[in-house]
């Protein structure tokens, strides 16, 4: 185990090792109606999705990615690394926020 600030690190050996906390006797008795009562009643669920939202929905597939050469500042670049793994696909996500804006 490895602590990180807020976060906790385990190896895939330390996590089968772990006992559950979840009491499954009573996640598996609960009924269907359970679960929609639970969430119906639950003040931080989302709605179900109605046909009303799926009206205008269309399925888009990516674009792919095309490999470039950027010269943007130092401090650009260490702000966006500084945030961890996946800086370039943040950089791309803010370029795309601008352009969709």
């Known amino acids: 185990m490895r602590r990180k600030g807020n976060f906790v690190r385990y190896t895939a050996d330390e996590l089968a090792k772990l006992k559950s906390e979840t009491d499954w006797a009573r996640v598996d008795a609960l009924t269907d109606e359970d679960i929609e009562r639970a969430v119906a009643e639950d003040p931080d669920a989302h709605p ?54």
């Not at 939202?53 to 130092?74: E, F, I, S, Y």
């Not at 943040?90 to 352009?99: G, S, T």
């Open 48 to 101: 179900f999705w109605t046909e009303e939202d799926w009206k205008n929905a269309r399925v888009v597939w990516p674009q792919g990615k095309a490999p470039v050469t950027l010269r943007l500042d130092k401090d650009i670049i260490a702000w966006f690394k500084a945030r961890g793994r996946g800086y370039q696909t943040r950089i791309n996500a803010v370029l795309r926020a601008f352009v969709e804006a």
